[in-house]
């Protein structure tokens, strides 16, 4: 084993057993693992290829994030005190022709019985990336920087992981946290869905005077196909992060034009008088791009592994619930672990209710946001704002409904999946029902 970077007290080649967990990825499905983990006794080894990622994306969080993060040491005030990230208290959707619409919990949400925050952050990712390392490190995860590059099995158990720098580490229990690299599911060949069509999103920073306490979803207005749209989120209260997401066959199009990234963010941009002046003030812009595909796993534990965060589900970036998603998935990931670390294996109705809760709720954000905005039918009959709101109520609804029952046994796994399927069934029958009344209309004028 040839520990490297911030790598702390590994164990030598012949003490695997001082490993209790392997935790692939130091992203914050990873560390958030890892902390649960060590904060429950186990002794924590956590495989990260990329420590100093520059880039991270998962900016705007939605309501449910700062429990979850204030569990692993960060409320919200401290966030914000320290300078991490700024208040998002709505979202607002800015179409190009200039009108809006506001998506803002109401404020009875706030008062008993409910008692709902009604804030939540936007987060400046490479300090909240480096602050939760920093508390992983200090709480004893021992981190290697390194890849992992073969998964040696026996059946569906996981006996050892071997890196890029020929280290070979054996523990009883490993998570799968490698985010898009989705390490598990390829070695297991695990069955998945995917959700409407590849993406990407090309983003950069502005730095600005004033910002709006909210994030901003630019979109046209005039009944596109499938809808492209911009991120604005105040990072910090003098910057944006600007992010423009496009259908990947599209952006490749313009590739092949000859236009250069850089080129196709300014002109994406354009389109929004919001960023008219912005763009022009700026000689040259820097920008970072990445393509993905919303995919759900199912099946995603073994014997002695799960899969947490975006490598066992993929949620769009428009739901802003991917840092949800990647903390309660650690979460429950590493409850899992504890709870059963001396029968040695996790007991198949555990893995599987675990493997379904996560497959539902990324099933149901995808298909709702596909469903509802993404995809023409719906939106363009009752209205890109009204359909806003058809998304936005169930989908702030249900994550509250989830974070209240904390669902773990087999009565909440269950109520909570059929209330996602229950949802996920009305947003699938609106959309053949406006699908089949577009083309009946279409074909009789
Ligand atoms: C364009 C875009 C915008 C987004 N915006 C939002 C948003 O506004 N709000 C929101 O909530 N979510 C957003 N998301 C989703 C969110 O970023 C992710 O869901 C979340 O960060 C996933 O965290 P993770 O820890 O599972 O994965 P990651 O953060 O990707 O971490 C995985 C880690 O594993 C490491 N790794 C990979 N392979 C290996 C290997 N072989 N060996 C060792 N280490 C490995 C990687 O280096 C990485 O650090 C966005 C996603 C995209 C693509």
Not at 22 to 45: E, N
Not at 291 to 315: D, K, T
């Amino acid at each position: 084993m040839s520990p490297c970077g911030d790598t702390t007290g590994l164990p030598g080649e012949n003490d695997p057993d001082q490993i209790d967990v392997t935790v692939i990825g130091g992203g914050l499905a990873g560390m958030a693992a890892s902390i649960h983990l060590v904060r429950d006794g186990l002794r924590v080894l956590c495989i990260e290829a990329d420590i100093a990622d520059p880039t991270p994306v998962g900016e705007s969080l939605d309501w449910s994030a700062p429990d979850l993060l204030a569990n692993l040491g960060f409320p919200m005030q401290r966030l914000i005190d320290e300078g991490f990230g700024t208040w998002k208290r709505h979202v607002i959707l800015r179409l190009a022709d200039g009108t809006t619409a506001e998506y803002v919990p109401g404020e009875w949400l706030s008062q008993p019985p409910f008692n709902i925050e009604l804030r939540t952050l936007h987060v400046d990712r490479v300090r909240l990336n480096a602050a939760v390392r920093k508390i992983a490190v200090r709480e004893g995860v021992r981190i290697l920087h390194d890849r992992v590059n073969e998964i040696d099995t026996r059946g569906r158990t996981v006996v050892s992981v071997t890196t890029a720098k020929g280290a070979r580490i054996s523990s009883p229990w490993f998570i799968d946290a490698s985010g898009s690299a989705r390490l598990f599911p390829r070695k297991f060949n695990l069955p998945a869905s995917d959700y409407g069509p590849p993406k990407v999103a090309i983003w950069t920073y502005f730095t600005v005077t004033e910002s709006v306490e909210g994030t901003t979803l630019h979109a046209e207005g005039d009944c596109p196909t499938y809808m492209d749209w911009v991120w604005e989120i105040p990072v910090h209260p003098d910057m944006l992060s600007i992010g423009a997401v496009s259908r990947g066959e599209a952006i490749k199009a313009l590739r092949a034009s000859g236009q250069s990234v850089d080129d196709v963010f300014r002109n994406q941009l354009e389109r929004f008088p919001r960023f008219r002046e912005l763009i022009r003030s700026v000689p040259a812009i820097s920008t970072s791009i990445t393509s993905y595909r919303c995919r759900v796993h199912r099946q995603i534990f073994g014997p002695n592994w799960l899969v947490a965060g975006e490598a066992a589900a993929m949620v769009d970036p428009m739901t802003s619930n991917g840092v949800t998603a990647a903390l309660r998935h650690a979460s429950e990931a590493a409850g899992l672990v504890s709870k059963y670390r001396q029968r040695h294996r996790i007991p198949w109705l555990a893995g599987a209710l675990y493997s379904r809760r996560i497959q539902d709720v990324a099933r149901f954000f995808n298909c709702g946001i596909e469903k509802v905005i993404y995809d023409g039918p719906i939106r363009n009959t009752i209205g890109v704002k009204t359909a806003g709101d058809v998304y936005t109520i169930p989908a702030w609804s249900l994550n509250n409904v989830y974070a209240r029952v904390s669902p773990k046994g087999i009565v909440s796994s269950l109520f909570i999946c059929v209330l996602l399927g229950t949802f996920r069934a009305v947003a699938t029958v609106t959309h053949a029902f406006c699908k089949y009344d577009q083309a009946y209309c279409e074909a009789g004028s």
